[in-house]
């Protein structure tokens, strides 16, 4: 039995990650007059020796069969990087720059036959320089670990320069003129390897950019694909075992959201040991809460490909399943829910009982709100309907922690919402919830 109200993975919107709402229009063409941070830059530049840049002259000013000289001259000479830390130095040069990097963007958005074969080194070199740097770990202004759910980020401070720079690069990848051929020969793997590394980006507004132009390169470069897939596997696998601490997870499993959405079936082992080796074992990393709802989008994705491996999932889920932490506890129980929106009923009877003994410990949960999300699994239609179906298995197991619950708890809702959950077993099966009232009153007088 399918849910008929549920959405298929194409349907579903891919959880985003949000960048600062207040940086969401943020201008982008002025160079920001102030202090550097208190805390480290999030990447150092290989700052240009100081160079004279002079304003060369539009495109609508010489002769068309002199545009593209001149565009690999204004390629070049974005080449050129500044040091963004001194706010009041070399403004002229940095404005030149920013107006060629316009200049180009809108060159190659207005005009046909831009993209021959001598400018595919030049737009790769151009992008290299300007955005591939090392990005060193952070540190607070006290000298403790950044804690991305506390700290403010650090914004980079070349980002008039940068935004553009990426907005060029990603219409270049977009354009109808794009020649793949071309293109193989300067993004290849290093190149990969040195865009992925910026994921580690504390800007939100780099890391958005970093993801609409990973996720391009993925779809254009068929034989680039398994190299990002085995690249990000191993980030995951460096993050989950060793360094707990990493900026851009959140976007990566929003790409991968989409990459699993394309596979092909039967899925490749490959892909299986990718969700038990890296996404499950992504549950069990403190910030879970940072990259949570695109990880449970990943994992129900893979569920609607592949149901057979729905016990293996929730085996998994439960193996990491927190102990001490309520809000992660929450997180776990809404992942579950949305798992169970998208399986069908054997997969559902092969999890039943392991699944309704977790939840009865979660009604039995003194945080109110593990109790409460447990419960509100009785509000939905299309799991009360499997519950139905295999409710000689599941109400013997929950029944004790719902009716101890009824008479014990402290919290209206939560009364109100296990009456809800006692009147649907009841209703179900009323002989067999007798029998379960007798059998727990008998147990309580022994």
């Given at each position: ?115 021959n074969e001598a400018v595919y080194p ?247 709100q593990v109790a409460e999300r447990a ?72």
């Amino acid at each position: 039995m399918h849910n008929p109200h549920q959405k298929t993975g194409a349907e579903r919107d891919i959880p985003k990650t949000s960048p600062l709402n207040r940086l969401k229009n943020a201008p982008k063409d002025q160079i920001p007059i102030s202090k550097a941070p208190r805390r480290q830059k999030s990447s150092r530049f290989y700052v240009t020796e100081k160079v004279q840049l002079e304003r060369t002259p539009g495109f609508h000013e010489v002769p068309p069969h002199m545009r593209q000289e001149l565009f690999i001259q204004k390629l070049r000479q974005c080449q050129v990087v500044f040091d963004f830390s001194d706010a009041s130095a070399e403004l002229r040069e940095k404005e030149i720059k920013r107006h060629t990097l316009q200049e180009i963007l809108e060159h190659i958005n207005m005009t046909r036959g831009v993209l021959n074969e001598a400018v595919y080194p030049e737009i790769v070199t151009m992008f290299v320089i300007n955005l591939f740097r090392p990005i060193p770990p952070q540190v607070n202004p006290v000298g403790d670990a950044f804690d991305p759910e506390e700290d403010e980020p650090v914004l980079e401070l070349a980002w008039p320069h940068l935004q553009i720079v990426y907005e060029f690069f990603l219409r270049f990848l977009e354009s109808p003129e794009f020649n793949i051929n071309y293109a193989k020969k300067h993004i290849d793997h290093k190149f990969i390897h040195q865009l992925l590394e910026l994921f580690d980006s504390e800007d939100p507004r780099e890391r958005d950019f970093l993801k609409t132009t990973l996720h391009r390169i993925y779809g254009k470069f068929l034989n680039l694909r398994a190299f990002i897939r085995r690249s990000i596997n191993n980030i995951f696998f460096q993050f989950i075992y060793e360094t707990e601490r990493h900026n851009g997870i959140a976007e990566l499993l929003e790409i991968l959201g989409s990459i699993i959405n394309g596979f092909a079936l039967p899925l490749k082992e490959e892909h299986k040991m990718f969700l038990t080796k890296a996404l499950i074992p992504l549950h069990k990393v403190k910030s879970l809460v940072l990259y949570h709802p695109q990880l449970a989008y990943c994992v129900v994705q893979f569920l609607e490909k592949d149901p057979a491996l729905t016990q293996e999932v929730i085996t998994g889920l439960f193996r990491y399943w927190p102990k001490v932490n309520s809000p992660k506890e929450v997180m776990f129980l809404n992942e579950i829910e949305e798992i169970l929106d998208v399986i069908d009923a054997y997969e559902f009877q092969r999890i039943s009982v392991p699944l309704f003994t977790k939840l009865g410990q979660c009604v039995s949960s003194s945080h109110f709100q593990v109790a409460e999300r447990a419960l509100y699994y009785w509000n939905n239609d299309y799991v009360i309907s499997l519950m139905a179906e295999n409710i000689n298995v599941i109400m013997p197991i929950v029944f004790p922690a719902l009716y101890k619950t009824s008479k014990s708890h402290w919290n209206k809702t939560i009364l109100g919402l296990v009456y809800t959950a006692l009147k649907l077993c009841m209703d179900i099966n009323p002989v067999l919830f007798d029998e379960c009232a007798n059998h727990y009153k008998q147990q309580r007088q022994l």
